[in-house]
């Protein structure tokens, strides 16, 4: 069945936001006096929501105080997190090749859409989408932001989700779309492949070549 959208997640996927990422995830950490961390140790946190990431960095499970954590990383992250991300390669070629084969595309994030659309504006790939989704001001579940988007037609369920983590694929599955995996991103191929993808892409080439195959 022809795919009748094109879904993207955003960071680890188009962009890769490592440097914005860890910088604003330490301002916050040690506007709260709490202790910064390494790279390393916030990689495994890019891809789920930051309240999330930033509970379990910060140790905390006090709601109240991981909104101010959250408030705090944005206070950075619009200022200059967002312009600290950089396009993988071969994405502008991907995207390029799918837009001329008529693939309606859009971005489902859980970025703060208001960021998602200024790194997609910011880096010139807001002229490939025809819709964004990005997570509300306290935090939505990628599965709602997918069913919210299947429930007004944006999407109908023939539609694929691309993405680099388990998070990507299990709301998916959840909302009944199919799912593919790409390895440039932040998940394993263990990760990718429990959550059992219509196929996994090692390269943008890679994945623009299994689009178009199994979109015949």
């Given at each position: 069945?022809?795919?009748?959208?094109?879904i993207?997640?955003?960071?680890?996927?188009?962009?890769?936001?490592?440097?914005?990422i860890?910088r604003?995830?330490n301002?916050?950490?040690?506007?709260?006096?709490h202790?910064?961390k390494?790279?390393?140790e916030i990689?495994?946190?890019?891809?789920p929501p930051?309240?999330?990431?930033?509970?379990?960095?910060?140790?905390?499970?006090?709601?109240?105080?991981i909104?101010?954590?959250v408030a705090?990383?944005?206070?950075r992250?619009?200022?200059?997190?967002y312009?600290?991300?950089?396009?993988?390669?071969?994405i502008?070629?991907?995207?390029d090749t799918?837009?001329?084969?008529?693939?309606r595309?859009?971005?489902c994030t859980s970025?703060?859409?208001?960021?998602a659309?200024?790194?997609?504006e910011e880096?010139?790939?807001d002229?490939?989408?025809?819709?964004?989704s990005?997570?509300?001001?306290?935090?939505?579940?990628?599965?709602?932001?997918l069913?919210?988007?299947?429930?007004?037609?944006?999407?109908?369920?023939?539609?694929l989700?691309?993405?680099d983590?388990?998070?990507?694929l299990?709301s998916?599955?959840?909302?009944?779309l199919?799912?593919?995996?790409?390895?440039?991103g932040?998940?394993s191929?263990?990760?990718?492949t429990?959550?059992e993808?219509?196929?996994?892409?090692?390269?943008?080439?890679?994945?623009?070549a299994?689009i178009?195959?199994?979109?015949?």
């Amino acid at each position: 069945m022809p795919y009748h959208s094109l879904i993207f997640d955003l960071d680890g996927t188009l962009t890769d936001p490592l440097t914005g990422i860890v910088r604003c995830m330490n301002y916050a950490l040690s506007s709260h006096d709490h202790q910064v961390k390494s790279e390393q140790e916030i990689k495994p946190y890019i891809g789920p929501p930051l309240e999330i990431a930033l509970g379990e960095l910060s140790g905390s499970t006090d709601e109240t105080h991981i909104k101010e954590l959250v408030a705090t990383y944005r206070e950075r992250y619009g200022e200059l997190g967002y312009k600290e991300n950089t396009v993988y390669e071969g994405i502008y070629e991907l995207l390029d090749t799918l837009q001329e084969r008529g693939f309606r595309m859009g971005v489902c994030t859980s970025k703060f859409e208001i960021y998602a659309i200024k790194v997609l504006e910011e880096f010139k790939l807001d002229k490939y989408f025809t819709f964004v989704s990005g997570s509300g001001a306290y935090g939505t579940a990628k599965s709602d932001q997918l069913r919210g988007l299947i429930d007004v037609k944006t999407v109908l369920d023939s539609s694929l989700m691309i993405g680099d983590r388990y998070i990507d694929l299990t709301s998916a599955h959840k909302t009944g779309l199919r799912s593919a995996g790409v390895l440039w991103g932040y998940g394993s191929l263990e990760e990718l492949t429990d959550e059992e993808p219509t196929f996994i892409a090692e390269s943008p080439a890679h994945l623009s070549a299994a689009i178009i195959t199994s979109n015949q």
